[in-house]
């Protein structure tokens, strides 16, 4: 299963990370690609984004379910494709370090599935930490941003 994850430590306290991971709305706009979201439910939303695989961009569109909301910890979730036959899960996590700083991971698996998933596969390798990365950096950037800090 092509994995990324990704791990940043932030001077902000963990409810302040808490009170932006909660909120997809917060953070859907940050993934690389982006497109468009649809909260459907407290725990079910749509996701459509561009992925550059290289070769060629295309267009996926994902439902997302969330698994676990465990404030202020972790926000765990499982993903299908709905333009496509992928599936995987991933999570968000915070970990204390002190009053002041957090360590937040971002970790992602997705597996393309069917006739063309070994290549696809192939090609997620490189593609899901790569993602995993840039979206975990960009909602610490954002969280920074928000609360007016430097790291």
């Not at 690389?32 to 295309?58: N, V």
């Not at 299908?80 to 009053?99: C, H, M, P, Q, R």
């Not at 360590?103 to 696809?120: E, H, Q, R, S």
Request: glycine content about 8%; aromatic content about 8%; overall charge negative.
């Amino acid at each position: 299963m092509p994995n990324g994850i990704h791990t940043i430590e932030l001077p902000v306290a963990i409810d302040k990370i808490w009170n932006f991971v909660s909120d997809m709305n917060k953070w859907a706009p940050l993934v690389p690609g982006y497109i468009e979201h649809e909260i459907l439910s407290d725990r079910q939303s749509t996701w459509a984004f561009k992925g550059d695989l290289g070769f060629m961009k295309k267009t996926v569109k994902l439902k997302i379910d969330i698994k676990e909301w465990i404030e202020p910890t972790k926000v765990t979730f499982d993903l299908s494709g709905l333009s496509d036959n992928f599936g995987g899960n991933g999570y968000f996590e915070a970990e204390t370090v002190d009053d002041n700083t957090t360590k937040m991971t971002g970790c992602l698996d997705i597996t393309a599935k069917g006739a063309m998933g070994p290549m696809v596969n192939t090609i997620l390798k490189t593609f899901v930490p790569k993602t995993a990365q840039e979206l975990s950096e960009a909602i610490a950037n954002r969280i920074e941003e928000i609360e007016n800090v430097k790291a």
